[in-house]
Structure formats: structure tokens, C-alpha cells
């Protein structure tokens, strides 16, 4: 049995009806050659002799009384691979936006808390005999980090790899009693009065720091709840709506190379020219920029391999008001720094030091309270994350990993999630909406390679590549 975080446990007590806390990948492969083919009994087979390296997959959520501390894990009793494990099919033509189609159904569904909280779906039917895995796990169990670690265990390096060790029987949990989850909970609790007084010095001496950062003028950064209203704003559904586009990361590290910034200016640039793309589009382009959500890693080499959540949050602008891309790329950069700067002054473990101190229900009732006031205020526009892939081919169950395509969750009144992932040669790009506040998601997709278009075009004429 394990204790939950209180980052892990705030994930769990967000979640609504509508706001759904679970994050998604969906990977397309190429079956050619699979002896027997990719099947949704080779993946269940594969799952089920690697649990060993998927230590979250085993593990169901078990509430403390009362909500009193922040919940258990324990080894499912009950575990059923098939439940988790299931077959879908798409429909003809089998292209991006029927595979689209059918995450964003998927999506739309909160994962049973009374099982561990991971679905893989073994999708068939798609065009030029590809297969895709739809996977979806409750952000309480990982980050985007150890996203990539657990997809380590399910993946390989070459199509047929060398048999594994016969693995040690894992062995399931008694759940414990109600008195026994209040009895553990005394220590936790008890140490509460001593996390706060620690969480307190710590905030106040870093808003010192930051403030005065902000008077001087040192920085510029993104500020929470200073977003502008647009279409991307609103209430959400439980409904959600995917897209889905890739651009060339050897493109991409070409516009970095020219213009030295960084992959994630880059990638930041593109949604910041797509997203102004579709807002005049609609002819609702903000004079101010839009403010960006950006989850960042603090996880240290110490927490490596170790599941969960090590994140902080970031705010940054996309200054969509301005016209040159490559003055946009510049502004991002700059602004971009200056959020670096006041997160690592506030610290990373700032969210993880209240999270440590408020019991579940503080997040629970925090959100209903939130729901309301940000219909007025949303704290930001759309969430972005880009998270490292590997720069090697992969394989699951002997099949080539074409694509890679993660999904974050939305939150409410900020309708948009933004998640990046590279994979080989690709910068593959995951859309996720509600689907009545944002139903041309796809819209955006399709602008991120115009938006990026003009950025390559800008790095060649300026370092006078041949025909440019």
C-alpha cells in the first residue's frame, strides 16, 4: 500500500463530471510483418507479463473516511486485465479524423474508480493496415515524465526483443478497514502544522523575491487570471472533441538554429501563430495576448523511475496581437524567460508543499468555488505542454510506432489543451476540447502547419538557405 501525494491527491479531488483529470496518447503503428498480427489478445498478453514494470496499472484508489487524508493505493485484488485491455474499431476510411474521432469518444468518459485507472484500446481499421493504441491513464498516477517512463514498459527497441526473466509474482492487497485507513492517517495529519508553517515561509519569501523582480522590470511573465475572453473561454461538457497534426523536428531545429531560441519557443511560436490564425478567423482577435498554462517538470534525479506527479505550473503569454512571426518567436522567447525566472523563484515545490497540507476536500470544494468566478475570470486560455519522445524507433508487441500523439486534460473555462510529443523526426501535435465551447478544434490543427510554414520560411531567408 502507498500513500498518495498531495499533487496526485489534488488531481483526484478536481475532477468533475465535466472536468476529466485523465491524460491520453494516441499511437499509430505499422503491424507489417507481426507474425499473427497486432491483436487485442497479443497486447492483453504483453500487458499482463510486464505489470511488473507498470507498477501504476496494478493499483486501485482506495478514500480515506471522511476524505480526511489524501487516499491509498493499493495492489488491486480484483485485477482483470480484460476490462483494461479492449478492441475498437474504426470506421471507413480508417483516416486521422476518424481515429480523431473515436479518442475524443474515449476521452469523453471518466475511468472506474473502483479499478485501477488506465484503459489501453487496440484500435483496427485504419488506413494502410496501420493499428493505433488509445491510452488513457488518470493524471493521479503520472506526469508527462513518467507518461514517457511507463510507456518505456510497454515498449520496445527493436520488433522482436530478447524474452524477459520470468517476472516475480506480484502479490495483491488486503483492503484495509475504515479504522485502519483513520489509524494510518494520525501521522499525516499530525505533521500538517509543521508543513504549513514551512509552506508559508517559503511563499513569503518568494513573493518578496518576485515582486520585486516585477517592479524593477527584470522580467515579464504570463499572469493568472489577466486572460483575455475569447470562444476558447467557457463553460465546458463532458464532451470532447480531438485533432491531431505533425510537423518535421529537423524543420523545427532549423528555425531554432537561426533564430537561437529553443524547441519549445519554437513549438510555442507555431500555437501562438495558429491560434491567431483562428481567432481572426472568427474575428475575435484580442488586443492583449493570450496567457498560456504550461505544466513544467520539477522531478529530480532522485525521483527517477518513480511514478506520480513531480510538476509545477508556469504561465507565459502567446502574444497573438502581434503580426511578424518572427517578432511573435521573439516575444515569446522573452517572455518566456521571465516566467522561467518567477517559477524558479517561487520554487517548484511550492505546489507540492500545499498540496501536502490540504485534505481532498479542500480541492473539492476549491473547484465548485472555481467553476463559478472563472466564468468571469478564467485563470488562463489554453494549456501547453511539450513533452521530450524518444529519438528512436519504437515497437509494442512487434509493431513499428508511426506516431505519437498525446492529450492533456481541459479545465473549466479554458476549453483548449495543447500537448507536443517528438518522436524520430516528427513533432507530433495532440488537440484536445470540449466539444460544444470549442467544436472546430480541427480548425486550429490544420493552421499549425501554415503558422509554422512562415517561421521556416522567415530562418531560411535570414541564414540564405538555396532557394528560399
Same mark, same amino acid.
Given at each position: 500500500m502507498l500513500r498518495l501525494s498531495g499533487v496526485d491527491a489534488a488531481f483526484l479531488a478536481l475532477e468533475t463530471p465535466e472536468n476529466h483529470m485523465h491524460v491520453l496518447a494516441t499511437c499509430v503503428f505499422d503491424p507489417t510483418g507481426v507474425d499473427g498480427g497486432f491483436t487485442v489478445e497479443r497486447v492483453r498478453a504483453l500487458v499482463a507479463g510486464r505489470l511488473d514494470l507498470l507498477p501504476p496499472f496494478r493499483r486501485r484508489i482506495v478514500n480515506v473516511p471522511f476524505q480526511l487524508d489524501h487516499p491509498i493505493? @493499493?495492489? *488491486?485484488? *480484483? $485485477?482483470d486485465v480484460e476490462h483494461h485491455v479492449r478492441r475498437a474499431t474504426v470506421p471507413s476510411p480508417g483516416g486521422r479524423a476518424e481515429l480523431a474521432d473515436l479518442t475524443a469518444e474515449i476521452a469523453g468518459r471518466q475511468l472506474d474508480r473502483t479499478r485501477p485507472l488506465w484503459e489501453i484500446w487496440v484500435v483496427d481499421g485504419l488506413e494502410h493496415g496501420h493499428v493505433a493504441l488509445i491510452a488513457k491513464v488518470h493524471h493521479a498516477c503520472i506526469d508527462g515524465v513518467s507518461g514517457v517512463e511507463l510507456m518505456a514498459g510497454l515498449f520496445d527497441l527493436e520488433p522482436d526483443p530478447a524474452p524477459r526473466d520470468e517476472p516475480d509474482d506480484w502479490e495483491p492487497d488486503r483492503v484495509p478497514t475504515e479504522v485502519e485507513l483513520l489509524l494510518g492517517?494520525? !501521522?499525516?495529519?499530525?505533521? +500538517?502544522?509543521?508543513l504549513a508553517a514551512r509552506a508559508v515561509g517559503n511563499m513569503?519569501?518568494?513573493?518578496? +523575491?518576485v515582486g520585486q523582480k516585477l517592479r524593477d522590470g527584470e522580467v515579464s511573465s504570463g499572469v493568472p487570471f489577466a486572460a483575455p475572453r475569447t470562444s476558447l473561454n467557457g463553460p465546458i461538457t463532458p464532451h470532447r472533441k480531438v485533432a491531431f497534426v505533425s510537423i518535421p523536428l529537423d524543420d523545427v531545429k532549423r528555425v531554432k538554429n537561426a533564430f537561437g531560441v529553443t524547441v519549445n519557443d519554437v513549438i510555442l511560436a507555431v500555437c501562438t501563430g495558429a491560434l491567431r490564425r483562428f481567432l481572426e478567423r472568427g474575428d475575435e482577435l484580442p488586443e492583449r495576448p493570450l496567457v498560456a498554462a504550461i505544466p513544467t517538470s520539477v522531478r529530480s534525479e *532522485? =525521483? +527517477? /523511475?518513480?511514478? /506520480?506527479?513531480?510538476?509545477?505550473?508556469?504561465f507565459t503569454e502567446l502574444p497573438t496581437q502581434i503580426v511578424d512571426p518572427v517578432e511573435r518567436l521573439r516575444a515569446v522567447r522573452s517572455v518566456t524567460n521571465g516566467a522561467k525566472q518567477i517559477h524558479d523563484e517561487i520554487g517548484g515545490r511550492t505546489i507540492h508543499d500545499w498540496a501536502e497540507i490540504a485534505a481532498p476536500q479542500v480541492f473539492s470544494q476549491g473547484i465548485r468555488f472555481y467553476k463559478q468566478f472563472s466564468a468571469q475570470f478564467p485563470m488562463h486560455n489554453v494549456m501547453v505542454s511539450n @513533452?521530450? /519522445?524518444?529519438? $528512436?524507433? %519504437?515497437?509494442?508487441?512487434?509493431? +513499428?510506432?508511426?506516431? &505519437? =500523439? !498525446?492529450?492533456g486534460p481541459i479545465f473549466h473555462s479554458a476549453a483548449l489543451n495543447i500537448t507536443v510529443m517528438s518522436y524520430l523526426g516528427s513533432v507530433d501535435f495532440g488537440f484536445l476540447a470540449c466539444r460544444e465551447t470549442v467544436p472546430e478544434v480541427d %480548425?486550429?490543427? *490544420? $493552421? %499549425?502547419?501554415?503558422? $509554422?510554414?512562415?517561421? &521556416?520560411?522567415?530562418?531560411?531567408?535570414? @541564414?540564405?538557405?538555396?532557394?528560399?
Open positions: 493505493w @493499493v495492489e *488491486d485484488p *480484483d $485485477f492517517s494520525i !501521522p499525516s495529519i499530525a505533521n +500538517r502544522p509543521a513569503a519569501k518568494s513573493a518578496l +523575491r *532522485d =525521483h +527517477r /523511475g518513480l511514478m /506520480g506527479n513531480q510538476l509545477s505550473a508556469m @513533452v521530450p /519522445g524518444p529519438a $528512436f524507433a %519504437v515497437y509494442c508487441a512487434g509493431a +513499428r510506432a508511426v506516431s &505519437l =500523439h !498525446p492529450m %480548425v486550429i490543427a *490544420d $493552421f %499549425v502547419p501554415e503558422a $509554422f510554414a512562415e517561421l &521556416l520560411k522567415a530562418a531560411d531567408e535570414l @541564414v540564405g538557405e538555396p532557394g528560399s
